[in-house]
Each structure stands twice: as structure tokens, then as C-alpha cells.
């Protein structure tokens, strides 16, 4: 399917990324982008919106048939700067993929060494009875509770970071509206 496509594309150098693009788009309207600007008929599938990216920019991968077309579209669309509506310069890179196997699946690794964990073994034999659940006496529920906190911040600094990026575009929208209308 398209993981295979993108995999493929990704060996072949046929990959590119889009940025800059409208996140409402399709990834239909995306394929049709790149027809009316290069005359290149592509594969196109718009990148899901992550928590950690910008609500206001869109991006998109493309797969051209060969490596040649790949290599003129970047080449092409950063030369000579494909301008969407409301001022949106899209930008094009050679695209890669993030490889799930590289990612980590758990930041917290710990290392234990052998005798704590035979110690820790035989601790739980000799338990009398244990809590499935977290309690707030316990190392888990403070650290549950503080990675909470971290978390709402961590969402409140990307929130606020949009917020004054949207701010800043609409206050860069008016000006060169107000500049067109005194030029005119």
C-alpha cells in the first residue's frame, strides 16, 4: 500500500516533501497543485497534523515518476517560488521518511543491575498483597502526576506558540493590505 510506495520512493529518489501548504488541502488538490505548476503527474498524500506542528502549515508527499522529475520539482518549485492564496510560498525538499524502527518507543529506559532485580524478586514472593492501581503513596502516582503537569505545559507553550504565529501572519496580512491600498 502507500507505506510500500513511500518506502520505494524514498530508495528510488522520488520522494519529495512539500511544505508551507494549506492543511486544509487534499491530498487530491495537492496532486492537481503540482499538475498546473509543473505539468508533472504525481502521487500526492497530505502528512496528518501531529500535536507538536503548526495548525496553520500543511505538508504533503509527493512521488514523481523518476528521479529526474523529482530532482527539477525541487529545483523548479524553489527557484522560482510557487505562491498560493493568501501569500503561501511552498517550499520543496527531497522527502524522508522517519523510520518507526529508529524511533523510541519509551524515553525512560532504566538499567537495572542483576542482584536489585533477584532482591526485588524475591521482595515480591514474600509480598502479602499488592495494588494493581496507582495510589498516591506511591513513587508511580507522583510521577504520573508530574509527568501531567509537564504534559498540560508542554500543550499550553506549543498553544500559545500558534497563537502568536496567527497573530503575527494576520498583522503581516494587514499591513500589506494596507500597503496595496496606498500604493493604489
Not at 508533472?40 to 529526474?68: D, H, N, Q
Not at 532485580?117 to 514474600?126: G, I, S, T
Not at 503537569?149 to 500543550?155: P, R, W
Request: glycine content about 2%; hydrophobic content about 35%; some cysteine.
Amino acid at each position: 500500500p502507500w507505506d510500500e510506495r513511500l518506502r520505494r520512493a524514498q530508495e528510488l529518489n522520488t520522494l519529495v516533501l512539500l511544505n508551507n501548504l494549506d492543511p486544509s488541502y487534499t491530498s487530491y488538490e495537492v496532486e492537481d497543485l503540482i499538475w498546473c505548476a509543473l505539468k508533472a503527474k504525481v502521487e500526492a498524500r497530505m502528512i496528518e497534523w501531529l500535536p507538536s506542528s503548526s495548525t496553520y502549515y500543511g505538508r504533503a508527499f509527493v512521488i514523481f515518476k523518476t528521479k529526474c522529475e523529482a530532482e527539477s520539482a525541487i529545483s523548479e518549485l524553489n527557484r522560482r517560488c510557487l505562491s498560493l492564496g493568501e501569500g503561501r510560498i511552498v517550499s520543496a525538499k527531497k522527502g524522508t521518511l522517519c523510520e518507526p524502527d529508529h524511533k523510541r518507543k519509551f524515553s525512560g529506559h532504566l538499567v537495572i543491575d542483576r542482584p536489585a532485580l533477584q532482591r526485588q524478586n524475591q521482595e515480591m514472593r514474600n509480598a502479602v498483597s499488592t495494588s494493581h492501581c496507582s495510589q498516591p503513596n506511591t513513587i508511580e502516582y507522583h510521577m504520573a502526576i508530574e509527568w501531567l503537569l509537564h504534559y498540560a505545559k508542554f500543550n499550553a507553550c506549543w498553544k500559545a506558540l500558534h497563537q502568536r504565529q496567527m497573530k503575527e501572519i494576520q498583522d503581516v496580512k494587514n499591513k500589506l493590505k494596507m500597503d496595496k491600498n496606498f500604493s493604489v
